[in-house]
């Protein structure tokens, strides 16, 4: 550098190279401050640079983890709140069915109320004994229409035997050997050991008179006589005890 120029940049050195003062600045030292500038600039770009990289560096510091469990804790717990949802309101749908079905279910049919069709017929045990509908009146009656060729019969009538020992009168019981031979039921009779009183009709009259269509059919009589309520078939031991209670209540 010349003598000029070193003393140029030595009067020079002091002075700011604000931008006030760079217009009145001499062509050397209008390049001393600009080179100045360029040095502050790249050293203030650096110092930017640098506090974005350790930026960057805490960013990736953070644990993603502890994130995703959180997240899956939350699906779970909602996956395990929708389910117990479900089975509570599938529970509260299936109780109100079968609350309903037992308010609203009755085992018997063919409640007329109309007077039972009265009878007199034969003692299938005793011929020279007569046995009267009128006879029952007073009790809640349980008249079983059988007969011998009725399979489904053997193990009906020694189940309403049962009954008949258990209620001790409290409810009556009456069967009718229906299209029968008074030989044949008699037989029957005996090998099934009933004890409650029953009539013979060999020619099914009484069963016509009933409205009957096959055996076994148990009619549930009122003690005032009327018909409330009749079976359709084979009675078993639960079907029987819903058919007493429901008579019994009325």
């Known amino acids: 550098m010349s003598s000029f120029f070193r003393s140029r940049a030595a009067s020079t050195a002091g002075q700011s190279c604000d931008a006030t003062s760079t217009p009145n600045l ?14 502050a600039m790249s ?19 953070v644990p993603l983890r502890p994130m995703w469990r959180k997240r899956s804790s939350k699906r779970r717990f909602a996956a395990l709140g929708a389910v117990v949802l479900t089975v509570f309101v599938v529970a509260a749908i299936v109780q ?10 009755n085992v018997l ?14 003692n299938l045990a005793n011929p020279s004994n007569q046995v009267s509908l009128s006879a029952f009146r007073g009790k809640l009656l349980v008249l079983n229409f059988w007969a011998s060729w009725c399979v489904p019969c053997r193990t009906e009538m020694p189940l ?14 009456l069967g009718v050997d229906t299209n029968d031979t008074p030989s044949a039921g008699l037989a ?6 009933v004890t409650y009183p029953t009539a013979s009709d060999p020619k099914g009259t009484i ?15 009122s003690p005032s006589g009327r018909i409330i309520g009749r079976f359709i078939g084979q009675l078993h031991a639960n079907t029987l005890l819903a058919a007493l209670k429901e008579v019994v209540h009325e």
């Open 26 to 39: 001499e062509l050397p030292q209008l390049h001393l401050c600009s080179a100045r500038r360029v040095l």
């Open 43 to 61: 050293s203030f770009d650096h110092s930017i640079h640098d506090d974005e990289l350790e930026a960057d560096d805490a960013v990736a510091e």
């Open 96 to 105: 109100g069915i079968v609350s309903s079905q037992s308010k609203t279910s």
């Open 109 to 122: 049919v063919g409640r007329t109320e109309k007077l039972a069709p009265s009878f007199t017929l034969a």
């Open 160 to 173: 309403l035997e049962r009954a008949y020992r258990t209620e001790k009168g409290k409810i009556q019981f």
């Open 188 to 193: 029957f009779y005996r090998h099934v050991h």
């Open 207 to 221: 069963a016509a008179l009933y409205g009957l269509f096959g055996l076994p059919t148990t009619v549930f009589i």
